[in-house]
């Protein structure tokens, strides 16, 4: 299956932090997926595929139809490549449809080890100008991730000036860094972690102030906010009203950003941007549904902007370091049984609350949870232990693997 080649669509790429992560995208829309083994993948916080877990996902994925493409991104040291010819060898056992890299002398060792395996050239390596896609094109990559700081119209003139069969990735949603393509080295030089090896610990969200050399301790705002300010706390990306034009400017591969977040991120989102480009293909021309970008704003982000895709650039916000959180799921359906709904919870959820049941492909539904009961048949009048099996009378049908989902108070 060709990336891009979706009935004249895009490809939609969704992350994959763990098995259940990839489940969700897949089950919501995704058409490829992107992971990473135990080691190099950029991604620490996740919890990644060992190799018997990453073979029953590739193989889960190609049952679905859908390709799965590996990270090995990290920036490489010296002792790195000892240990990668036997990690190549053992992502090519697994089918995976490709590899991520940024480093060229990993781009090298794959050609030599690995060269069946198609290659993709991660974000991290800064694409920012044709002449540098087509430079690793001649290298042997089939597709380049364009760096999150271009504009539309210098995306448009990538596309216009390298070959056609080399495939240009975007990114359209999740969160951006403060430095250039999250080449960056405040973890690292605070915590010991580093950005460029999977383990970032975000630094850029914390408060900061300033601090006089001769009165230690003494705190200086650096707006007139008492609390400080959060000035390199960027923006989340979203481009979900801008898909025209990004497949107008001949993008081949939407990227949604979030490995390390949540099954119930990954359902969202790829929902969200499934029923975006489907709505668009069939709607040329007409303004999106409503109840579609709203669903982005129902999973925890940042305050969003287009980044620097409309020529503007992503802003930060000042205010704080966290994130919005409206909305938490509460359950996923496993099933139908005898005129209940089973459900594994997630949340914490009691009787006669409502909930909205996500499905693929339609507008959320309200429903009262008002009789639940333990598998047994008792009466539950609180679902509060991890991944318990409660059942819901109801009279419609709820498709196994849709997410159920409640307001938070507050």
């Known amino acids: 299956m060709k990336a891009g080649n979706f009935n004249g669509l895009p490809e939609l790429?969704?992350?994959?932090?763990?098995?259940?992560?990839?489940?969700?995208?897949?089950?919501?829309?995704?058409?490829?997926?992107?992971?990473?083994?135990?080691?190099?993948?950029?991604?620490?916080?996740?919890?990644?595929?060992?190799?018997?877990?990453?073979?029953?996902?590739?193989?889960?994925?190609?049952?679905?139809?859908?390709?799965?493409?590996?990270t090995c991104n990290n920036v490489m040291s010296n002792a790195d490549f000892s240990l990668l010819p036997?990690?190549?060898?053992?992502?090519?056992?697994?089918?995976?449809?490709?590899?991520?890299?940024t480093d060229l002398?990993?781009?090298?060792?794959?050609?030599?080890?690995?060269?069946?395996?198609?290659?993709?050239?991660?974000?991290?390596?800064?694409?920012?100008?044709?002449?540098t896609a087509e430079a690793f094109y001649q290298l042997g990559a089939k597709r380049v991730v364009l760096a999150r700081e271009l504009k539309l119209e210098e995306i448009a003139e990538i596309r216009a000036k390298v070959p056609k069969d080399l495939e240009l990735e975007v990114f359209v949603h999740g969160s951006?860094?403060?430095?250039?393509?999250?080449?960056?080295?405040?973890?690292?030089?605070?915590?010991?972690?580093?950005?460029?090896?999977?383990?970032?610990?975000?630094?850029?969200?914390?408060?900061?102030?300033?601090?006089?050399q001769t009165r230690p301790g003494e705190y200086l705002p650096v707006e007139e906010d008492h609390g400080g300010t959060y000035i390199l706390n960027s923006r989340d990306l979203c481009l979900i009203k801008s898909i025209p034009e990004l497949i107008h400017a001949g993008v081949d591969s939407l990227k949604i950003e979030g490995r390390a977040k949540s099954a119930y991120y990954a359902a969202v989102t790829t929902n969200a941007y499934r029923c975006a480009l489907d709505w668009y293909s069939r709607n040329p021309g007409e303004k999106l549904p409503a109840w579609i970008p709203e669903e982005?704003?129902?999973?925890?982000?940042?305050?969003?902007?287009?980044?620097?895709?409309?020529?503007?650039?992503?802003?930060?916000?000042?205010e704080n370091g966290g994130y919005v959180r409206g909305w938490e799921i509460i359950a996923v359906c496993t099933g139908m049984r005898d005129g209940f709904a089973v459900l594994?919870?997630?949340?914490?959820?009691?009787?006669?609350?409502?909930?909205?049941?996500?499905?693929?492909?339609?507008?959320?539904?309200?429903?009262s949870l008002t009789e639940?009961?333990?598998?047994?048949?008792?009466?539950?009048?609180?679902?509060?232990?991890?991944?318990?099996?409660?059942?819901?009378?109801?009279?419609?049908?709820?498709?196994?693997?849709?997410?159920?989902?409640?307001?938070?108070k507050g």
């Open 176 to 212: 951006m860094c403060v430095s250039f393509s999250g080449r960056c080295l405040l973890s690292e030089y605070f915590t010991g972690r580093s950005a460029n090896r999977g383990d970032c610990a975000q630094p850029c969200r914390w408060n900061y102030a300033l601090m006089e």
């Open 344 to 367: 594994s919870q997630r949340n914490r959820f009691f009787r006669g609350d409502r909930a909205e049941v996500l499905e693929p492909g339609i507008p959320p539904d309200t429903v």
């Open 86 to 101: 036997d990690f190549l060898r053992a992502v090519r056992d697994s089918g995976v449809d490709a590899l991520i890299l």
């Open 105 to 131: 002398g990993v781009l090298s060792l794959a050609k030599r080890i690995v060269p069946d395996l198609e290659i993709h050239i991660s974000t991290q390596a800064g694409v920012m100008n044709w002449a």
């Open 372 to 408: 639940i009961f333990e598998e047994d048949g008792t009466p539950l009048e609180c679902a509060n232990h991890a991944e318990m099996c409660v059942l819901l009378r109801t009279e419609r049908q709820i498709s196994a693997g849709a997410v159920f989902r409640k307001k938070i």
């Open 13 to 70: 790429l969704a992350p994959a932090g763990d098995f259940e992560r990839l489940k969700a995208a897949i089950q919501f829309g995704a058409n490829a997926v992107y992971l990473a083994g135990k080691e190099f993948g950029m991604r620490a916080a996740s919890p990644n595929f060992g190799p018997e877990e990453l073979a029953f996902a590739v193989k889960y994925a190609h049952d679905q139809n859908v390709r799965v493409y590996l």
């Open 296 to 318: 982005l704003n129902k999973i925890s982000h940042r305050e969003y902007s287009s980044g620097f895709f409309l020529g503007g650039t992503p802003g930060q916000i000042y």
